[in-house]
T-cell receptor, first 115, second 110 residues
Framework: SAVISQKPSRDICQRGTSLTIQCQVDSQVTMMFWYRQQPGQSLTLIAT?????????ESGFVIDKFPISRPNLTFSTLTVSNMSPEDSSIYLC????????????FGQGTRLTVV | KQEVTQIPAALSVPEGENLVLNCSFTDSAIYNLQWFRQDPGKGLTSLLL???SQREQTSGRLNASLDKSSGRSTLYIAASQPGDSATYLCAVRSNYQLIWGAGTKLIIKP
């Protein structure tokens, strides 16, 4: 199983600023994903982080707002840009170690509050 | 389009009871189904993974079943404890994506 370290665990930010969340995995993984969980809601996929190329974004999410980097097979960052109170959510990093028939693992999440 | 539904949305039971959480999905073409636990404000902990070819998986007091033909999975928790209080989420994998249910919020009363 993969062990995921996500930083920071929580933050309170001013509107208009940006926050970068880091996701570090203890082993090389095929796929890394970023999710958002708004208060009282289930998870929504933001994007798939692709190693060495631009992330693949889901409908409703754009690179300018949520730039993602993945420089190697064990690390990724998600930036929440120009934040507003509507961005207050838990942001979660998830990995699978190979495509298809396998288990998903999650970091402990970043609880973001925008004031 | 795959849709996942979890019933009930919330459940409160006394300690010691056995209980069943339900998850249903509309498209039987899945790779696997996974049950997660989420404590308030925290990330997700994987509880059980059932591959599409399997009928059930067990871990300690937890047992998850899968009936692909009827689009249903159940999570059985035996001898519930206050520490089991959390939100339980099920997710089905279609291609690389996980499709999520809304979760069942479980409260075990001492």
């Amino acid at each position: 199983s993969a062990v995921i370290s996500q930083k920071p665990s929580r933050d309170i930010c001013q509107r208009g600023t940006s926050l970068t969340i880091q996701c570090q995995v203890d082993s090389q993984v095929t796929m890394m994903f970023w999710y958002r969980q708004q208060p009282g809601q289930s998870l929504t996929l933001i994007a798939t982080a692709n190693q060495g190329s631009e992330a693949t974004y889901e409908s409703g999410f754009v690179i300018d707002k949520f730039p993602i980097s993945r420089p190697n097979l064990t690390f990724s960052t998600l930036t929440v840009s120009n934040m507003s109170p509507e961005d207050s959510s838990i942001y979660l990093c998830s990995v699978v170690d190979r495509e298809g028939n396998t288990e998903a693992f999650f970091g402990q999440g970043t609880r973001l509050t925008v004031v | 389009k795959q849709e996942v539904t979890q019933i009930p949305a919330a459940l409160s039971v006394p300690e010691g009871e056995n209980l069943v959480l339900n998850c249903s999905f509309t498209d039987s073409a899945i790779y696997n189904l996974q049950w997660f636990r989420q404590d308030p404000g925290k990330g997700l902990t994987s509880l059980l993974l059932i591959q599409s070819s399997q009928r059930e998986q067990t871990s300690g007091r937890l047992n998850a079943s899968l009936d692909k033909s009827s689009g249903r999975s159940t999570l059985y928790i035996a001898a519930s404890q206050p520490g089991d209080s959390a939100t339980y989420l099920c997710a089905v994998r279609s291609n690389y994506q996980l499709i999520w249910g809304a979760g069942t919020k479980l409260i075990i009363k001492p």
